[in-house]
């Protein structure tokens, strides 16, 4: 009973949610507490925030709002200011949009590329997130016809380019700034973020189903050829560099160093002395996860939750570490489930290091918000990732911890403390992606065939 109410309740924050242009649903606020919101961009719709809220009206039959959604978009992405000598490329979508009525009553419009978020980052998720909602759509509601116009067509192979063109990259990882992900303010994972290579492997997954057969184009054919190449260079490349096990620990521990030639073990020339403290004694036998970030002597140690589920959902990890990854939240769940599932990121950035690699930020103080908070809108992909791996009993019991508080609390966006035991010092109320979320969760658990619905 209690959780039927608690959906019921959920399903009316996204209700009032949506947003409407020239009539039509075109997506959905990221908060609805207003005026009390903790930023002004809260009254817009996120791209990444939306995705949740896409899957539940796709699972009710409310298709249109998607597609709306999707063309609303697109047609936001040319849109983006430029500086004299710095444009942004054409791919590159925003972070978020509002609708706005001027003097006359026309609705417009207006898109967010960073310039209203913390940093001024252009968010690198965003257009990653979007090829891969239109494949859900697509599967979701066996409309192929959205996919292939022209200007769907010309888009995909705008955000291809960007990301498969030549850079000076040298790995099959994507280089991006500092908060340009859901991690949106400055939180040390500038360079490989996990969260943008499941993702970016997410899009390489299902870009041959969405472009337009290649042959006729030559052009064309070869940008998928290389998607199709570099999905395989980037799986081989995670799966190996980023993870993390009691074994891969004893040998970065053991590590010789300064290595030079092709037989070098070390390749990435990790130091053995930057090994955080906290890993060795928490990190469980028979369980492992995706390191944080891979680098040129840098290894980011901390638990992402949302690259690592990601990563379970879209098989970027093999099986054998997806079940490993799933086992680690089972034996720490404390640590990773707490209070309110899920946490964030773990451990949490503390003193000197949290001075230097946040430039000292008090909203990400540690064990709060995105140094260590805990976040309700990752519930769904957590459920996704455990029912995919045959663990529907971790997710059933993160579900029902979630279910017990989130209503009575107002659907935080986030949970402060260790295991998530205080609402956020300076969360919104009314998250929208916190409800939908939860919603999105017990759909999965009622009806995990959804699942096929994911790249
Ligand atoms: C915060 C989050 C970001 C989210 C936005 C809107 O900035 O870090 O991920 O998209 O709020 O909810």
Same mark, same amino acid.
């Given at each position: 009973m209690k959780t039927k109410s608690v959906i019921k309740a959920a399903y009316k924050i996204l209700e009032a949610s949506i947003l409407t242009h020239e009539g039509k649903p075109v997506g959905t606020v990221a908060a609805l507490s207003s005026p009390h919101?903790?930023?002004?961009?809260?009254e817009e719709c996120f791209i990444r925030d939306f995705i949740p809220s896409a899957l539940v009206f796709l699972a009710d039959g409310r298709g249109d709002i998607v597609r709306n959604f999707l063309t609303t978009v697109l047609k936001l992405r040319t849109r983006e200011r430029t500086i004299a000598g710095h444009e942004i490329q054409p791919g590159v979508m925003p972070a978020s949009f509002r609708v706005v009525t001027d003097q006359d009553g026309n609705e417009n419009i207006l898109a967010d590329f960073?310039?209203?978020a913390i940093g001024r980052v252009a968010p690198v998720d965003s257009m990653l997130w979007w090829i891969i909602l239109l494949y859900i759509y697509q599967q979701s509601?066996?409309?192929?016809?959205l996919a292939q116009k022209p200007e769907f067509q010309d888009t995909m192979k705008q955000i291809l380019h960007l990301c498969i063109?030549?850079?000076?990259?040298?790995?099959?990882a994507l280089l991006v700034p500092d908060?340009?992900?859901?991690?949106?303010?400055?939180?040390?994972?500038?360079?490989?973020p996990l969260e943008i290579q499941s993702l970016f492997f997410g899009v390489l997954r299902v870009i041959h189903k969405l472009l337009?057969?290649? !042959? $006729?184009d030559k052009k064309n054919h070869s940008l998928l050829e290389t998607a199709f190449t570099r999905e395989r260079a980037l799986q081989n490349y995670v799966r190996i560099f980023y993870w993390m096990d009691l074994e891969r620990l004893n040998e970065v521990h053991r590590y010789t160093t300064e290595e030079f030639g092709?037989?070098?073990?070390n390749v990435l020339n990790?130091?053995?002395?930057?090994?955080?403290?906290?890993?060795t004694e928490w990190l469980p036998d028979e369980c492992g996860y995706l390191v944080g970030n891979v680098g040129p002597s840098r290894m980011d140690f901390r638990y992402f939750s949302l690259g690592n589920l990601l990563a379970v959902i879209f098989g970027l990890a093999t099986d054998v570490q997806s079940e490993k990854i799933m086992r680690l939240y089972e034996q720490r769940w404390d640590d990773?489930?707490?209070? !309110? $599932?899920?946490?964030?990121?773990?451990p949490a950035m503390e003193g000197l290091e949290w001075q230097v690699r946040t430039g000292s930020d008090p909203k990400n103080v540690p064990w709060s918000y995105q140094n260590g908070g805990n976040w309700p809108a990752l519930l769904w992909s957590f459920v996704a990732a455990g029912l995919k791996t045959g663990r529907g009993d971790l997710c059933e019991r993160a579900f029902q911890i979630a279910v017990r508080r989130i209503g009575t609390d107002n659907w935080p966006e986030y949970y402060d403390g260790r295991s998530g035991r205080?609402?956020?010092?300076?969360s919104n109320s009314q998250q929208v992606w916190s409800a939908t979320s939860l919603i999105l969760s017990h759909k999965l658990l009622e009806n995990p065939d959804m699942l096929g619905i994911l790249p």
């Amino acid at each position: 009973m209690k959780t039927k109410s608690v959906i019921k309740a959920a399903y009316k924050i996204l209700e009032a949610s949506i947003l409407t242009h020239e009539g039509k649903p075109v997506g959905t606020v990221a908060a609805l507490s207003s005026p009390h919101l903790a930023a002004a961009n809260y009254e817009e719709c996120f791209i990444r925030d939306f995705i949740p809220s896409a899957l539940v009206f796709l699972a009710d039959g409310r298709g249109d709002i998607v597609r709306n959604f999707l063309t609303t978009v697109l047609k936001l992405r040319t849109r983006e200011r430029t500086i004299a000598g710095h444009e942004i490329q054409p791919g590159v979508m925003p972070a978020s949009f509002r609708v706005v009525t001027d003097q006359d009553g026309n609705e417009n419009i207006l898109a967010d590329f960073g310039e209203k978020a913390i940093g001024r980052v252009a968010p690198v998720d965003s257009m990653l997130w979007w090829i891969i909602l239109l494949y859900i759509y697509q599967q979701s509601t066996g409309d192929t016809e959205l996919a292939q116009k022209p200007e769907f067509q010309d888009t995909m192979k705008q955000i291809l380019h960007l990301c498969i063109r030549d850079s000076f990259e040298v790995s099959p990882a994507l280089l991006v700034p500092d908060a340009c992900t859901m991690i949106d303010r400055r939180m040390g994972i500038y360079g490989h973020p996990l969260e943008i290579q499941s993702l970016f492997f997410g899009v390489l997954r299902v870009i041959h189903k969405l472009l337009d057969d290649p !042959m $006729p184009d030559k052009k064309n054919h070869s940008l998928l050829e290389t998607a199709f190449t570099r999905e395989r260079a980037l799986q081989n490349y995670v799966r190996i560099f980023y993870w993390m096990d009691l074994e891969r620990l004893n040998e970065v521990h053991r590590y010789t160093t300064e290595e030079f030639g092709p037989d070098s073990r070390n390749v990435l020339n990790i130091y053995p002395e930057s090994i955080p403290d906290w890993i060795t004694e928490w990190l469980p036998d028979e369980c492992g996860y995706l390191v944080g970030n891979v680098g040129p002597s840098r290894m980011d140690f901390r638990y992402f939750s949302l690259g690592n589920l990601l990563a379970v959902i879209f098989g970027l990890a093999t099986d054998v570490q997806s079940e490993k990854i799933m086992r680690l939240y089972e034996q720490r769940w404390d640590d990773l489930i707490g209070s !309110m $599932p899920l946490k964030i990121i773990y451990p949490a950035m503390e003193g000197l290091e949290w001075q230097v690699r946040t430039g000292s930020d008090p909203k990400n103080v540690p064990w709060s918000y995105q140094n260590g908070g805990n976040w309700p809108a990752l519930l769904w992909s957590f459920v996704a990732a455990g029912l995919k791996t045959g663990r529907g009993d971790l997710c059933e019991r993160a579900f029902q911890i979630a279910v017990r508080r989130i209503g009575t609390d107002n659907w935080p966006e986030y949970y402060d403390g260790r295991s998530g035991r205080l609402i956020g010092r300076r969360s919104n109320s009314q998250q929208v992606w916190s409800a939908t979320s939860l919603i999105l969760s017990h759909k999965l658990l009622e009806n995990p065939d959804m699942l096929g619905i994911l790249p």
